[in-house]
């Protein structure tokens, strides 16, 4: 159910403000980690690290922010179907909080399995936070695009601090302060939203309500069947490590993941395409983010390189001295959010100008490829030029970013909103769980494309990123009006 549409928060609902500053800080603590965590595995155990070879870590990296989207689908159903969204973004706000201080206890085991509660958290918090974005607003409500848009500045607003306050913490005082630093952050994101959740009345509230004992019954089974998994697995796993009978390394797990991953979207695509249940209204809809998927998947495995290749990059490969002061790599993360929170207003803006001259969504996203593949153009100049006269001034990642944060702006806060705009009513929760697997398959994507190029020379990944996205983007700019059709009064 939504609420009626008002005006006291900069134009917009009040509880756009509750859901704004719970994730800024959700987000600091994301990013905090995010900035830290590739450097972390490489460096050396002499210095605190985990001494993990560059391949090794890219695909560690790209499995572990693939599994915190790709969690985002069962923590979807679950708010869709067990919680509603307001109680699985409180509960998904605390795991994560513990997540992250476990992150700061000194032993490798107990980091990765803080990596763990890290995902499983953000699986629920992440897709149903955005879905109360989107009930707070009717369908028609021309202000969705400019109301995503300021939550996206919630977003990157904790995303500037974090690598300016948590990297140089972790990497010039003790990666155990890094950490922990980011997990206060979810702490104050957490009594926040319980504090405002007033301010949303019964947007999120409730579940989908049951139909018959029958549909209670499957509800009650998936949900036993799911911790079972969620449980039984890692246990048998540990088991038949410990006795010998398999032996179980990052790199199988890293494989064995990306085959979860896989067959998820097979599952889903199959699930939406020949599910019986929809209307041929909705499945033009469907269609139409099945292609938003791919598109969504492609951006986000050359965006995040971000926190991995493009890091490895600013640490050795640029010249990180100012005024005769030594920078910490992690400051270039602060980069997107900067341009993020200048740039978001403005994009904003155009679109309400716009109005329904503005471009579909499918035109958009197109821009949003083009974008982020110039990016790695400018990057693939930077590492021919280190290659030639070692490190590279400060100016080419700033480029680059600058042309990734205008690619972001044009696709994700839109493709926030296309998705719950498009989804059935029903599954609101679990396809805003499609839109986050997106950047799942995407993230998995660029890890494993990192790693593939982790030995050789680092132009050549930057090379194959810009090539895939340039060529993605200008494919959808020619079906985008024929896609945007399919959306019928949508844009």
Not at 457 to 464: H, S, V
Request: aromatic letters at 12%; charged letters at 10%; one cysteine or more.
């Amino acid at each position: 159910m939504s609420l009626t549409p008002d005006t006291r928060f900069f134009g917009h609902p009040r509880g756009l403000s509750t859901l704004f500053f719970t994730e800024l800080w959700e987000r600091f603590g994301y990013y905090g980690m995010r900035a830290l965590l590739i450097l972390f595995m490489t460096a050396s155990v002499e210095t605190g690290g985990l001494g993990i070879e560059d391949s090794q870590a890219y695909g560690i990296y790209g499995l572990y922010i693939a599994m915190v989207y790709l969690l985002s689908l069962p923590g979807g159903w679950l708010a869709d179907r067990v919680l509603g969204q307001q109680r699985t973004v409180l509960y998904g706000g605390m795991l994560i909080a513990v997540g992250y201080l476990m992150l700061a206890v000194p032993s490798k085991g107990v980091f990765f399995a803080g990596l763990a509660v890290v995902a499983i958290g953000t699986g629920l918090l992440k897709p149903n936070i955005s879905t109360i974005v989107g009930q707070i607003y009717t369908p028609e409500d021309r202000r969705r695009d400019s109301g995503f848009s300021i939550f996206y500045m919630g977003i990157n607003l904790g995303a500037l601090l974090a690598p300016l306050v948590c990297g140089p913490l972790g990497t010039g005082v003790s990666w155990q302060l890094g950490f922990g630093l980011a997990g206060l952050g979810m702490v104050v994101g957490v009594f926040t939203f319980a504090a405002g959740r007033k301010h949303l009345g019964e947007a999120g509230l409730r579940p989908v309500p049951v139909s018959s004992p029958e549909e209670a019954g499957q509800i009650r089974s998936y949900l036993r069947n799911g911790i079972l998994a969620l449980v039984g697995v890692p246990l048998v796993l540990a088991a038949l490590h410990v006795s010998g009978v398999v032996t179980v390394t990052l790199e199988g797990l890293v494989d064995g993941s990306g085959f979860v991953l896989l067959l998820a979207v097979i599952v889903l695509f199959a699930w939406m395409f020949l599910g019986a249940e929809w209307t041929a209204e909705e499945r033009k809809r469907l269609g139409v983010i099945a292609v938003l998927f791919f598109a969504s998947s492609l951006f986000w495995s050359a965006f995040e390189q971000a926190g991995s290749s493009l890091n490895i990059f600013a640490a050795r490969y640029t010249d990180n001295q100012l005024f005769g002061m030594s920078l910490s790599a992690t400051v270039y993360q602060s980069l997107n959010p900067i341009y993020i929170i200048v740039l978001a207003p403005v994009f904003a803006w155009l679109w309400i100008r716009l109005g329904p001259k503005q471009p579909a969504s499918p035109a958009k996203f197109s821009l949003g490829l083009i974008f982020v593949g110039l990016g790695f153009v400018v990057m693939m100049m930077a590492a021919m030029k280190a290659g030639t006269d070692g490190k590279v001034s400060p100016v080419w990642l700033t480029g680059c970013y600058a042309l990734h944060t205008i690619g972001e702006l044009c696709l994700s806060p839109v493709g926030l909103s296309a998705f719950t705009k498009l989804a059935p009513a029903r599954v609101a929760g679990l396809m805003m769980g499609v839109w986050f697997l997106s950047i799942s398959t995407g993230n998995y994507l660029g890890g494993r494309l990192a790693a593939f190029y982790g030995e050789l020379p680092i132009q050549d990944l930057f090379q194959t990123t810009a090539t895939f996205a340039i060529v993605a983007g200008l494919i959808l700019a020619v079906v985008a009006r024929p896609v945007a059709r399919m959306m019928g009064s949508l844009r």
